[in-house]
């Protein structure tokens, strides 16, 4: 069962999150995938596909304001990959109450990066410079020397 938002005067207005947003308007055919667990909520260990953990509010702000920039924002998460049916949707709805709490909206969830994904925001992801094979760091201090 789906949860009722908080009341948008308990939020943090889109002034206040542009400053900690760290992203502009990007193209409106892409989509920005957000990463669940270390990124978006908080995760220490693995407590059960139920739990989500407690919002990440700098993260929350970022996509709260591209949302209201009308920008596409999925959940990325490794724990819908191999369900289907039924079994889906019980994995996603905790993902799903997450969403309606924090963004009085239900974003989609995938685990499949596509064509248009613009960026993944994700707590594992390492940043390479495109066609290098170098990291920002390695691409940086080779290109200073």
Not at 3 to 16: A, C
Not at 67 to 96: F, Q, Y
Request: hydrophobic share 35%; aromatic share 8%; glycine share 6%.
């Amino acid at each position: 069962m789906l949860v009722f938002p908080r009341t948008l005067s308990r939020r943090r207005t889109t002034k206040s999150c542009k400053r900690i947003a760290g992203y502009s308007k990007v193209n409106k055919n892409g989509w920005i995938g957000v990463d669940l667990d270390g990124t978006l909520a908080h995760y220490d260990q693995w407590q059960g596909i139920d739990h989500v953990g407690k919002p990440v509010e700098r993260m929350c702000n970022r996509v709260r304001l591209w949302l209201a920039n009308g920008e596409t924002v999925k959940i990325m998460t490794a724990r819908v990959s191999g369900h289907e049916g039924d079994a889906l949707i019980k994995v996603c709805m905790p993902i799903w109450n997450f969403c309606y709490r924090e963004f009085d909206q239900i974003l989609d969830v995938t685990c499949v990066k596509d064509m248009h994904m613009i960026s993944l925001w994700d707590d594992r992801a390492v940043e390479i410079v495109a066609n290098t094979g170098m990291t920002r760091e390695e691409y940086t201090k080779y290109n200073a020397e």
